[in-house]
């Protein structure tokens, strides 16, 4: 049975940046309400009502997992490590974005899967691309049986798909007899630890639980056997997942990390309930914060066009009456508006000038690379914000 334990209210698509403020956008601007349930049979966490993702995965697919150093160096590493640890023939990452990931692999051995078709342009013509969704028909396409993956990637790409069952078994088929499904996806762990409610959003359909996880896998002849932390994108886990039949032994730090979540209470809705309850106590202190700077005249900004912060800022119903700009290095995301509250995003080389007294952090999980780069924001006296773990101003 599914229990709803939070609601984050009315939310556009974050991934919609728009690209003027005029009535004709605005009257065509996307809104869903935004709610959260748990499973109390399989412990899944989900958003209870999804969006068709024929409306979010299309040709103006915003996001370049490339552009972020953190990321291009993560994907490299992981890609060699399995490489050496695997020795695929094949290997194909579903939701390969611009190829951050599987650019690392020989051409001949790359299949890759991208459903927008702005991303899949980007790739086609460096490897195999197929510009689709994944699915079982696709995998028949691609797959046969002699012909299958030994490593099958993906990452932040799983927990978007509403069909969980249909996913995995299309993975199941395609996957060789000791073939391996690595998949990288938020850590509900984290989020819960961390408050970091703006994980939920409407392409996160799914905040994985290594419990969940491996109950739902089950129901496809697969097996979650191994599983890591690992510190992408604000505290994630990479599990490796194989056919029920395979060599591989389940792991002692899989154990460890069941063992563990069992004792954090994650398989109880009443740990939702109350993660629900500092939830709102967190909105409270942020807006608090808001209200206070911006009674002494302070101008404030934000860092990152985030779709984390996209859920915040609905959330909070905090628009132009607090922040005057959001910064983003992003140039597809430079000169449109973020999605619902519609502040104007611009580069950070014309937005990090001196009249800016505090940045909030709404990309967060990059904060030390940020406060890294922003060196002489924060000698100037310059603060940041954040609202993970609470909501605060940073001290340096
Ligand atoms: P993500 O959390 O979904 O990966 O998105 C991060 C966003 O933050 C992306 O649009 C790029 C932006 N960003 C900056 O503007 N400056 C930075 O220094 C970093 C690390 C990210």
């Given amino acids: 049975m599914r229990k709803k334990f939070l609601n984050l209210g009315r939310q556009p698509l974050a991934n919609s940046f728009l690209p003027s403020k005029s009535k004709k956008i605005l009257s065509k601007e996307f809104f869903y309400n935004l709610s959260v349930s748990f499973n109390t049979t399989n412990y899944l966490v989900s958003v209870t009502n999804p969006v068709n993702p024929k409306f979010q995965y299309t040709d103006k697919?915003?996001?370049?997992?490339?552009?972020?150093?953190?990321?291009?160096?993560?994907?490299?590493?992981i890609a060699k490590r399995l490489n050496k640890k695997y020795l695929p023939k094949i290997v194909m990452e579903i939701g390969s974005n611009d190829g951050v990931f599987i650019k690392n692999f020989p051409k001949r051995k790359i299949i890759a899967v991208e459903p927008c078709k702005n991303l899949a342009n980007l790739t086609k013509k460096k490897f195999k691309t197929f510009p689709n969704f994944w699915n079982k028909k696709l995998a028949k396409k691609i797959f046969s049986e002699s012909r299958k993956a030994d490593i099958i990637f993906s990452a932040n790409t799983i927990s978007h798909i509403p069909n969980l069952k249909e996913t995995f078994d299309a993975i199941e088929y395609s996957l060789s007899k000791n073939g391996v499904l690595v998949i990288e996806d938020p850590s509900l762990l984290s989020v819960i630890k961390n408050n970091s409610y703006d994980q939920f959003y409407d392409e996160h359909v799914y905040i994985f639980s290594a419990l969940a996880l491996s109950n739902v896998v089950k129901k496809s002849n697969l097996r979650l056997f191994n599983s890591e932390k690992i510190a992408t994108h604000g505290g994630s886990m990479r599990y490796y997942i194989c056919k029920d039949s395979a060599r591989f032994k389940n792991t002692q730090k899989l154990d460890l990390i069941l063992k563990n979540e069992k004792k954090m209470k994650l398989n109880n809705f009443l740990t939702y309930k109350k993660f629900s309850k500092r939830v709102i106590n967190s909105k409270k202190k942020l807006i608090k914060i808001f209200k206070i700077l911006k009674s002494k005249n302070k101008k404030i900004i934000s860092y990152g066009a985030t779709y984390k912060s996209s859920t915040v800022f609905n959330f909070c119903k905090i628009g132009n009456n607090f922040i005057d700009y959001v910064t983003d290095t992003t140039l597809n995301k430079q000169g449109k508006f973020t999605p619902g509250q519609h502040i104007p995003i611009i580069s950070p080389e014309e937005g990090m000038n001196k009249s800016v007294d505090f940045a909030f952090l709404g990309a967060w999980n990059f904060k030390k690379e940020i406060l890294k780069k922003e060196?002489?924001?924060?000698?100037?006296?310059?603060?940041?914000?954040?609202?993970?773990?609470?909501?605060?101003?940073?001290?340096?």
Avoid at 61 to 77: C, L, Q, V
Avoid at 375 to 396: C, D, M, N, Q
């Fill in 61 to 77: 697919y915003a996001h370049r997992a490339s552009e972020s150093f953190t990321m291009r160096t993560a994907f490299a590493k």
């Fill in 375 to 396: 060196k002489e924001f924060i000698k100037r006296g310059g603060k940041f914000i954040t609202h993970v773990p609470s909501a605060k101003i940073l001290s340096k």
